[in-house]
């Protein structure tokens, strides 16, 4: 494969991060394709119909296609480009069993996917203690990896283990698949989860939002954000670690803490990457809406509501200022004055 530059991996250079969410913008509403047929031909009454549902059914393949090539082609780059590489994440002498000494050889924290958590715990000490002793900067010579390689390594890890089935299955029954998914939506890799099924999918994140709405409403916004894992009723840890999909419905409350803790890191170094590496005004519509979801800043009712609407597609109904705006504020105040995870859900 043919590099771009000496320094910087084709990977990091070409990969969009986009590649990496569904591809919503995919999606075109039941009346788009009707005006679209009728500027071809006057067609009317039932061959009007099917052939609008004709097209309507190759826009649900094209979607889920995207959506599964996305999880293959993320993998093979990261296999290739990441993976396979001796790439050193940290620099000065926070790496894994690093000595100090400032020699590359002592640095031993190699990109695996299988040491994922790690990657991420190292990173998060990395980003803690760099901004600690006040020389955390927004260079690429303390931490190395981009936004891109960590978003798609966090969202990839889940959906090469789902791909096999959900492709198997769509594979035979294409379309007609969809009611399955919509009864099972857990079968669906993440870069796959169609709109439509998004109250499914999400069910749980929307209930719990409700439900914290009614835990948070007594107290200050000071008193729910420096809440960490440890110090949450278990309630409000439940129905937080729900509404950004952590951890299973019957978890214990002592996993949940440990899993939601493992978020928190992984929010810490995605808040720093992400502010390295453009900050905000360099995300699409797309990367907002879902970097919003993964903090739970997303209002569910609203969503709910712009899904039922049959003019707009869910991509064209985003309030793409309102979550640029709350993802900002949302930045501003992650790890200062002693908020922790209760940040997460607050707008």
């Not at 959506?67 to 993320?74: E, L, Q």
């Not at 198997?168 to 939506?185: A, D, K, T």
């Amino acid at each position: 494969m043919k590099r771009v530059s000496h320094s910087v991996p084709v990977f990091v250079q070409r990969r969009s991060i986009v590649s990496s969410v569904p591809p919503v913008h995919l999606i075109q509403t039941r009346k788009s394709i009707t005006n679209q047929v009728l500027l071809e031909k006057s067609y009317s009454g039932v061959r009007l119909k099917a052939v609008v549902l004709f097209r309507l059914a190759k826009v649900y393949l094209k979607f889920f296609k995207e959506g599964m090539g996305s999880i293959w082609t993320n993998y093979k780059d990261l296999r290739s480009e990441v993976y396979s590489r001796n790439l050193f994440l940290v620099v000065n002498g926070l790496a894994a069993n690093d000595m100090g000494t400032g020699d590359a050889r002592d640095q031993k924290l190699y990109l695996k996917n299988s040491s994922l958590p790690q990657v991420v715990d190292e990173l998060a000490t990395a980003v803690s203690c760099l901004e600690n002793s006040g020389s955390l900067d927004l260079s690429r010579e303390q931490i190395k990896i981009s936004r891109a390689q960590f978003q798609t390594m966090l969202r990839t890890r889940g959906d090469v283990f789902k791909l096999p089935l959900f492709a198997l299955l769509f594979g035979i029954f294409e379309e007609f698949s969809l009611p399955l998914y919509y009864i099972f939506p857990g079968l669906m890799p993440f870069t796959c989860v169609f709109p439509a099924f998004m109250k499914t999918y999400y069910g749980r994140s929307i209930k719990a939002q409700r439900r914290l709405a009614e835990l948070r409403k007594e107290r200050t916004f000071d008193e729910i954000a420096v809440q960490n894992p440890f110090t949450m009723t278990e309630e409000e840890l439940r129905s937080v670690c729900d509404l950004i999909k952590v951890g299973a419905p019957f978890s214990s409350a002592d996993g949940l803490r440990a899993q939601l803790l493992q978020k928190y890191k992984e929010l810490i170094v995605d808040t720093h990457l992400l502010l390295r590496d453009g900050g905000v005004d360099k995300l699409d519509r797309l990367e907002v809406f879902f970097t919003c979801l993964d903090r739970g800043l997303v209002d569910w009712e609203q969503v709910l509501y712009q899904l039922k609407d049959r003019e707009k597609t869910l991509y064209e109904s985003l309030d793409e200022t309102l979550m640029r705006e709350r993802l900002r504020a949302h930045l501003e105040r992650f790890g200062k004055h002693g908020y922790n995870v209760g940040l997460v859900g607050l707008f």
